[in-house]
């Protein structure tokens, strides 16, 4: 991704509550790279645009 970051940071609870998923499967997923993040000390920052390009992945794999 070479955009020039433009958004804003969430944190691991409010990307639960935007993929209305529990914490594991939130972990999973940024663990795995599903969703592009990266951690300062122990706290993972995940830009807001990762989250929607993520479902925008996941929308075209279901067709």
């Not at 804003?8 to 599903?34: H, Q, S, W």
């Not at 390009?53 to 929308?59: D, L, T, V």
Request: glycine letters at 4%.
């Amino acid at each position: 991704m070479n955009e020039t970051f433009s958004g804003e940071l969430i944190t691991v609870d409010e990307l639960c509550e935007i993929l209305m998923i529990g914490k594991n499967m939130a972990y999973r997923l940024l663990n795995a790279g599903e969703i592009q993040c990266f951690k300062i000390s122990r706290e993972w920052k995940i830009p807001r645009n990762s989250v929607y390009e993520y479902i925008h992945r996941q929308c075209k794999a279901e067709k």
